[in-house]
C-alpha cells in the first residue's frame, strides 16, 4: 500500500522513499496519525518471513528467550539495561547537506516524516541557557539543564539540520505507555560528532527534567558495572538487537554472530570492527543497539566485555543484517576483579532506603493481619479469629518507628478459602504488580508468615515452590524472611517443657521440609506475638525484624521491579495456563459452529469468506491470550487446522465459481457465434434471392 505525501512537492510515495534507501533500515511514515501509521507498517511489512513471530515485546523478554547456555542473570540484566536506555527516534526532514546517492538525498530539505531507533549513550551537563524547544528563544531560558547523548547511526540523523527536526522517545515500552504518560520526550538541537564511513552519530539531547537525568545515570552507571560481569564462561556468539521497529513500543530479538571485521590484537585499549548477525531487524530498527557477547579468546585472550553498536543495514548477506564498527575496551589492570566486584556491590547498596515496605505472603488464616498490625504497633488491618480470609484487596498501611517509616501490605491470602487456588493465584499476581508499583525508592522486604502449632504441609511446599517459580530461585534465599505467628503458643509450650528452651532451640529440632525451608532463608527466622501488650517486647520484635532485613540490605538484595520484570515471562505463563480452559472452552465452541456453517453454507462464497474472517478472529484473539508463551499452542494448531479448513473451501468454492463462469463466458461465446453464423447464413440467403431476382428480370426484358 503507497500513500502519497502532500507536503512534498514531488508525488513520491512511500513505497519509493523506502526503497531509495537500500539496504538501510529507516521506517517512512504516512501524514496521518503517527501510531496508525506504525501500526499499519507492520502489519503489511513483507520482510520477514514469520510476521515478526521473532520481535519480542520488551515487557515479556526474559532469560528463556535466550539460549539455554547463556541462562546468566548479569547477561540477562545487561540487556534489560540497555533496554532501558534504548529510543525511539521521530525525524520530520532531510537535511540539504545530505550528499548526492546517500540515503534520502532525493528528497534534500524536504520534509519527510521516518522512524529509527538508537539508544542513550552518555549524559553531560549544560552549558550556558538550555537550548531545549520551550527555552530556545525565550527571554527567561533555564540555566540548569543536561545534555543526553544518543548514539544513534548517521544515516538516521545526519547533521544539525535534522537533529533539530528529531524528537526522541524513552521508555516507549508498550502500546499503552503513551496513554500511561509513561513516555518521556526530548528534542535534540545538534550533533555532538557524526561519522558517514562508520555509520555513527552522536545525537545530542537538551532536558531540565533532574528526576529524568538521575534515572538515567543510574542505568548508565548499572550498565558499564554489568558489562564487566558477565562470566567468560558464557561468552559467545549471541547477538541481540533492540529497537523499534516500524515505530513499534520496544522490541527484542536473538542470534548469532556471523563474522566479525578483521582488527589488531595487540591494541592496548581498544579495538574497533564491523560484524553481520542473524538476529531479526526491520525498518525502523536502523540504529539500534547491537548486544553481543564477544568470545575473548578471539581478542587476543586479553578480554573484553558485551557491548553495543548502531545497527546500520539489513539483509546484507541472504537474511544477515550488519552494524557500524563497534569500540570494545580491552581489559585493563588498573580494575582488578575485585574492585569490579565492590564496585557493583556499591552500586547496590547505593541507595539508603529509610523507608521499608513489609509485604506480607502467607495462606488465609496464619495471623498476616495481626502481624501487620504488630509491626505498625497499632491496629489497622482487620483480623478476626478463624479461618475465614477477611482480606479481600491489598491494604497498606504506615507509622514510624525510630526514624525509619515502615509501610505494611497485607495481602488476601494463598488458599483463599472463598475462591477456586487458579483465582487466588491469579489475584496474588495482580496484587504482587500493585505492590511493586508503590515500592520505588523504597526497600522491599517479603516476609512468608507460618503459624506456630500449624504443620508444614505439601500445599505450603508447593506454595514456597510457586513463589520461586514466579519471581526467580534465589528469591526466598536472598529476598525473604521466615515469619512464625502466634509466638503466645510457643511460651505456652516452653513453659510446659522448660522454661531455658529458645525459640532457637526449637528452630534446631525441626527437620524435613521445614529445615530446608529455614536452611534457604538462611536461617532468617523471627518469632512474633501479635498479641502481646507488653511495649518491651513489642520494640524487640521490630528491632530484630529491622535487623535482619539491615543484614539483606548490607549483602546488596533488594528485590526490584527491574527483578520483578525479569519474571514477568513466566507470570504471564501461569496467567495463560490459568486461563487456559476458558479459551479452549471458546475454541471448542467457535470451531463447532464453523464447521457447522460451513457444511450449511459450502456453496455461498461470501458467507465462506466471512467465516475465514471469523478463524482469522479467532487466531488473533488466541495469540493475544498466549501472550508469546506458547501455552497455548495446541489451541493455536487447531485454530490453525481450522482456518486452513475454511480457506481451502473458499478456495475451492473460487476455483468451481471462476470455471463455472468460463463455462457460461464460453457458452455465451459459442451462442453468439451460432447467432452471427445464422445472421451470416441468413444475409447470403438474402443475396441470392436477390440475385435470382435480378437474373429472372433480366431474362424477361427480350420478350418484351
Excluded at 533488594?558 to 515471562?569: E, G, I, M, N, V
Aim: glycine letters at 6%; a negative charge; one cysteine or more.
Amino acid at each position: 500500500m503507497a500513500a502519497a505525501f502532500p507536503h512534498l512537492e514531488e508525488r513520491c510515495t512511500i513505497a519509493q522513499l523506502r526503497k531509495d534507501q537500500g539496504l538501510h533500515e529507516c521506517e517512512v511514515l504516512g501524514d496521518g496519525p503517527e501510531a496508525e501509521e506504525s501500526k499499519l507498517a507492520w502489519e503489511i511489512c513483507d520482510k520477514t518471513e514469520n510476521s515478526h513471530d521473532n520481535f519480542i515485546p520488551i515487557q515479556n523478554f526474559s532469560e528463556y528467550h535466550l539460549p539455554s547456555r547463556f541462562h546468566n542473570t548479569s547477561l540477562l540484566r545487561f540487556i534489560l539495561v540497555i533496554a532501558e536506555l534504548t529510543v525511539r527516534l521521530r525525524i520530520s526532514h532531510v537535511s540539504a547537506a545530505r550528499p548526492d546517492g546517500y540515503i534520502f538525498a532525493s528528497y534534500k530539505g524536504k520534509n519527510v516524516p521516518f522512524t529509527g531507533s538508537g539508544w542513550v549513550y552518555k549524559i553531560l551537563p549544560g552549558e550556558g541557557p538550555c537550548p531545549c524547544h520551550d527555552c530556545y528563544g525565550s527571554q527567561r531560558p533555564k540555566f540548569q539543564w543536561w545534555r543526553c547523548i544518543v548514539l544513534t547511526a548517521c544515516h538516521v540523523v545526519y547533521d544539525k539540520e535534522e537533529a533539530k527536526k528529531t524528537k526522541v522517545d524513552l521508555f516507549y515500552d508498550t502500546d499503552k505507555s503513551l496513554e500511561d504518560n509513561k513516555v518521556k520526550t526530548l528534542y535534540g538541537f545538534g550533533v555532538e560528532d557524526n561519522n558517514l564511513t562508520d555509520d555513527v552519530c552522536l545525537l545530542q539531547c537538551a532536558t531540565h527534567d533532574e528526576d529524568l537525568v538521575n534515572n538515567l545515570k543510574t542505568f548508565i552507571e548499572e550498565y558499564e558495572l554489568l558489562k564487566w560481569d558477565v562470566p567468560e564462561s558464557i561468552m559467545s556468539t549471541i547477538c541481540v538487537v533492540i529497537s523499534h521497529p516500524h515505530g513499534e513500543p520496544k522490541k527484542v530479538t536473538v542470534g548469532e554472530i556471523s563474522s566479525m571485521a578483521s582488527f589488531d590484537p595487540e591494541a592496548s585499549y581498544l579495538v574497533e570492527y564491523m560484524y553481520t548477525y542473524s538476529a531479526e531487524t526491520c525498518r525502523g530498527s536502523s540504529g539500534a543497539p547491537i548486544v553481543c557477547a564477544v568470545s575473548r579468546k578471539k581478542l587476543g585472550s586479553k578480554g573484553v566485555w558485551p557491548g553495543a553498536g548502531p545497527h546500520s543495514f539489513g539483509h546484507v548477506e541472504g537474511t544477515l543484517n550488519q552494524c557500524g564498527p563497534g569500540i570494545f575496551y580491552v581489559e585493563a589492570e588498573l580494575l582488578s576483579k575485585t574492585m569490579r566486584r565492590d564496585s557493583l556491590r556499591n552500586l547496590k547498596t547505593a541507595t539508603k532506603f529509610a523507608d521499608i515496605i513489609f509485604l506480607l505472603i502467607g495462606k488465609t488464616g496464619v495471623g498476616k493481619s495481626a502481624l501487620g498490625n504488630a509491626i505498625l504497633k497499632q491496629s489497622v488491618f482487620r483480623s478476626d479469629i478463624g479461618m475465614a480470609s477477611v482480606t479481600n484487596n491489598i491494604s497498606f498501611a504506615t507509622s514510624e518507628f525510630k526514624g525509619k517509616t515502615l509501610k505494611v501490605a497485607d495481602m488476601m491470602g494463598l488458599e483463599d478459602t472463598r475462591m477456586s487456588r487458579n483465582e487466588g493465584i491469579e489475584l496474588f499476581l495482580k496484587q504482587m504488580q500493585e505492590a511493586m508499583s508503590s515500592a520505588t525508592g523504597k526497600y522491599l522486604a517479603f516476609l512468608l508468615v507460618l503459624r506456630f502449632g500449624m504443620r508444614f504441609t505439601e500445599e505450603d511446599v508447593n506454595t514456597i515452590a510457586l513463589l520461586k517459580y514466579v519471581f526467580g530461585t534465589d528469591f526466598v534465599r536472598q529476598n525473604c524472611i521466615l515469619v512464625m505467628t502466634y509466638g503466645d503458643h510457643f511460651e505456652d509450650e516452653r513453659r510446659e517443657m522448660d522454661k531455658e528452651f529458645t525459640f532457637e532451640d526449637w528452630c534446631q529440632m525441626q527437620y524435613g521440609a521445614f529445615k530446608e525451608l529455614m536452611e534457604e532463608c538462611e536461617h532468617r527466622v523471627l518469632l512474633f506475638d501479635n498479641k502481646t501488650r507488653k511495649k518491651d517486647l513489642q520494640d524487640q520484635q521490630i528491632e530484630k525484624l529491622l535487623q535482619m532485613v539491615n543484614k539483606m540490605q548490607a549483602k546488596g538484595d533488594k528485590y526490584t521491579d527491574r527483578d520483578f520484570l525479569l519474571s514477568q515471562a513466566v507470570r504471564d505463563k501461569i496467567s495463560v495456563e490459568l486461563k487456559e480452559p476458558e479459551v479452549r472452552e471458546k475454541v471448542w465452541r467457535e470451531e463447532g459452529l464453523v464447521i457447522r456453517e460451513l457444511e450449511e453454507k459450502k456453496f455461498d462464497i461470501q458467507y465462506l469468506k466471512m467465516l475465514f474472517m471469523r478463524t482469522e478472529s479467532l487466531m488473533r484473539y488466541v495469540k493475544r491470550e498466549d501472550k508469546g508463551s506458547d501455552s497455548l499452542q495446541h489451541l493455536k494448531l487447531r485454530v490453525a487446522t481450522l482456518r486452513k479448513t475454511v480457506e481451502d473451501a473458499v478456495r475451492i468454492l473460487s476455483t468451481v465459481n471462476e470455471l463455472r463462469q468460463r463455462a457460461h463466458a464460453r457458452e455465451q461465446e459459442v451462442n453468439d457465434n451460432v447467432q452471427l453464423q445464422r445472421q451470416w447464413f441468413a444475409q447470403q440467403l438474402a443475396l441470392l434471392d436477390k440475385m435470382q431476382e435480378e437474373r429472372c428480370s433480366i431474362h424477361e426484358e427480350p420478350k418484351r
